[in-house]
């Protein structure tokens, strides 16, 4: 599966607790990650500056859903989970 155009879910919705360049502490859950574009790719994709847990996130079905607002809401849920 491939990103959907404009959507940005998985680099605004989870938390990431690795160093990422212009966010030394990692990146909060539901905020937008300095790196995501305005057109919602990935400036540093590619880079070995990105966060492993970034390279190693996969678009799927599941997590992606049909849509952005979807795909923001399991991602956000998913997050939560993580906490308890």
Do not use: W
Not at 26 to 46: H, M, T, W, Y
């Amino acid at each position: 599966m491939e990103c959907r155009i404009d959507c940005g879910a998985c680099c605004i919705a989870p938390s990431i607790s690795s160093p990422i360049p212009g966010m030394p502490q990692g990146k909060p859950a539901n905020v937008r990650c300095v790196q995501l574009s305005e057109d919602n790719l990935c400036n540093i994709f590619g880079s070995i500056h990105r966060p492993k847990v970034c390279s190693n996130l996969r678009p799927s079905l599941d997590m992606c859903h049909t849509n952005r607002d979807e795909a923001m809401g399991y991602l956000i849920h998913l997050e939560k989970l993580t906490l308890s």
